[in-house]
């Protein structure tokens, strides 16, 4: 008797067989893994080999990586950086969804298609996929940049808006009786209960997340915390698709609350394995969805729909990258990565299906378009970075290669800005040798007109680090003006080079004091000597003599510096900083009357 294999094991040979086969062989062509992994699909899906049949059963399974995608996004944002980012995701998400929204209602009106059927395909079809884009942008480092910032404000504000869309699919419908109409009393309910769970996830990070982390980090047992990691993840998702919210949405906002949790690195190493694993097995499950039979049926439709809302969401896209004043280079790749369907778009037309506001045929050639519309977004993409971009590589901002020879300088400069070069100059002065690394290709190439050697590359990375020297490197000074990036650095550096002793340049009070939470000691305040400077020259404007003036900046300076160690233990409790601050001030002023009140007995006599 031949043994039976289990088709969950028979089903994991075949995705990762696929995967491993094509995805190399894609990059090795150099069209992108997600082409890979969607070429992938359709070779193993029913319109290919037909080895892999149940396709919606592995795409929900699948959606989970854009879950774990959007947790490790959160995780990088503090709550007050996502404060910071509420005018672009309400403003500009909010331009993009109706400038959309409207170009293909008003496109599929013309074409003589009915309101209902209309209004929720413009809805659909405005929404992006943010799988794709957060990956892309991720694989080109865009994230830290205006156009990466800008997108992403946008993808979270689809997320939000994806809600009320699903919400008005009833209303379209029009079939429901007046004595099936949801009463008042259970709307309420209903939104008494999201409420609910979304203050329970905000409260529960703040207060319950952390000190269960911590407990269980105590274990000192790595595959527990995996597992706890997952569980955290697992649970938020379940919650709010219980009460009817996105999954990604929930997600996102966990990683917002361990933003600033000291177990962040932890958890994304932790989740990263899983995120790419399952993001690929999403790729592959849209690879598999496309519905060839409907391409076959209808191409001359099918391409019509595909090109039409591309082309009206490009336009609408790169309009809004023009009033944003992103710069020029940045937006075909912005337009593109927004202007494709979205993974979401795939619920709200089987959710219309199922409320009778689409036909079935309807139904499965707006999906067919999605699916295709992701298919060759990367496609168009390669055309745009060999084709159209190469034209326009020296419109403002001159092309850099990034560092690829091994440095072995005992100093790494991260940053050449204005305190990066003052550092880097006073060094190369006294005749040490430094490696120096920047990612503006504007200030490198007027850097090397200036006879300084400047590397291209992102200092964040760990593969650009090892290249730089770090491993074998004694000091690394840390001159980025961008806190995020900052901290990265350093969690970078005491991670894999130890044996780096860092200096950092401190934006302010509160990366201060992150800082020295890294045990970073050797932390200068960008602007604390240069004031010191101006408060000196001031005083001697109102008659004091130069002397008298060094000596008042000199007993602030020393004071300052004791008072900033003595409110570190206490600078996340609001009322002890308070009250240290309050105490210092007072001390500081009864010191310099003191002395004032010498001086002059002094001078008297």
């Not at 491993?20 to 070429?39: D, E, F, K, Q, T």
């Not at 209004?119 to 480092?141: D, F, H, K, P, Y």
């Not at 997320?159 to 379209?172: G, N, Q, R, S, T």
Request: net charge neutral; glycine share 8%.
């Amino acid at each position: 008797m031949e043994p039976h294999l289990p088709s969950w094991l028979i089903n994991s040979f075949i995705y990762l067989s696929a995967a491993v086969i094509v995805v190399p062989l894609s990059r090795a062509l150099g069209l992108g893994s997600i082409i890979g992994y969607l070429a992938a699909g359709i070779a193993i899906g029913p319109w290919g080999l037909g080895l892999v049949t149940n396709v919606q059963d592995i795409l929900h399974f699948a959606e989970f990586g854009v879950v774990l995608m959007l947790f490790l996004v959160g995780l990088e944002l503090e709550p007050k950086r996502l404060w910071s980012l509420r005018r672009p995701i309400f403003g500009w998400g909010s331009a993009q969804m109706a400038g959309c929204a409207a170009g293909i209602f008003v496109l599929a009106w013309a074409c003589g298609v009915s309101t209902p059927i209309a209004v929720v395909a413009a809805l659909g079809l405005a929404l992006s996929s943010t799988a794709i884009a957060l990956q892309v942008m991720g694989e080109r480092n865009l994230l830290p940049t205006g156009s990466g910032q800008a997108g992403f404000s946008i993808l979270l504000f689809q997320d939000v808006a994806a809600i009320p869309i699903l919400a008005l699919l009833p209303l379209l419908a029009g079939s429901l009786e007046p004595n099936q109409a949801v009463a008042p009393v259970e709307r309420i309910y209903e939104a008494i209960k999201i409420i609910a769970v979304i203050a329970g996830i905000v409260v529960g990070g703040r207060l319950l997340l952390r000190p269960l982390l911590r407990w269980i980090a105590r274990s000192k047992t790595p595959e527990i915390f995996t597992a706890a990691s997952l569980l955290l993840v697992v649970g938020i998702a379940a919650l709010m698709q219980i009460v009817g919210l996105s999954m990604a949405l929930g997600a996102f906002l966990a990683g917002v609350l361990l933003a600033e949790s000291e177990y962040r690195r932890e958890l994304e190493t932790n989740i990263e394995p899983f995120k790419g694993l399952l993001l690929g097995l999403f790729f592959i499950a849209v690879g598999m969805g496309v519905d060839l039979g409907v391409l076959r049926d209808a191409p001359l439709q099918m391409a019509a729909v595909v090109v039409g809302f591309l082309a009206v969401k490009g336009v609408v896209i790169f309009t809004i990258a023009r009033l944003m004043k992103l710069p020029f280079q940045e937006r075909p790749v912005f337009t593109l990565l927004l202007a494709q369907g979205g993974e979401f778009a795939f619920v709200v037309f089987q959710a219309a299906a199922g409320a009778n506001v689409l036909p079935a045929q309807t139904a499965s050639l707006l999906v067919a378009a999605v699916a295709v519309s992701m298919l060759v977004s990367p496609l168009l993409l390669v055309a745009i970075d060999k084709l159209l971009l190469p034209r326009y590589a020296n419109c403002g901002v001159p092309v850099m290669e990034e560092i690829s020879e091994q440095q072995e300088a005992p100093i790494l400069v991260a940053g050449f800005g204005r305190y990066g070069q003052i550092v880097s100059r006073v060094l190369l002065a006294q005749g040490q040798s430094c490696t120096v690394l920047d990612h503006d290709a504007e200030m490198i190439e007027a850097a090397r007109n200036f006879g300084y050697r400047v590397f291209y590359g992102d200092a964040t990375r760990l593969d650009l680090l090892r290249t730089a020297g770090a491993a074998k490197a004694k000091v690394l000074v840390v001159a980025v003006d961008d806190v995020t990036q900052s901290l990265a650095i350093v969690d970078l550096a005491r991670e894999h080079f130890p044996q780096l002793q860092i200096v950092a340049r401190a934006r302010d009070v509160t990366h201060w004091n992150q800082l020295r939470d890294r045990d970073v000691m050797l932390v200068q305040r960008e602007l604390f000597e240069s004031s010191l400077l101006s408060a000196k020259s001031v005083l001697e404007l109102l008659g004091q003599a130069p002397e008298a003036a060094q000596a008042t900046v000199q007993v602030f300076r020393q004071h300052n510096l004791e008072l900033f160690e003595k409110l570190h233990p206490h600078y996340k409790d609001n009322a002890k900083l308070i009250s240290v601050v309050k105490q210092g001030r007072q001390q500081l002023e009864e010191q310099m009357a003191k002395e004032r009140a010498e001086q002059q007995t002094a001078r008297r006599a």
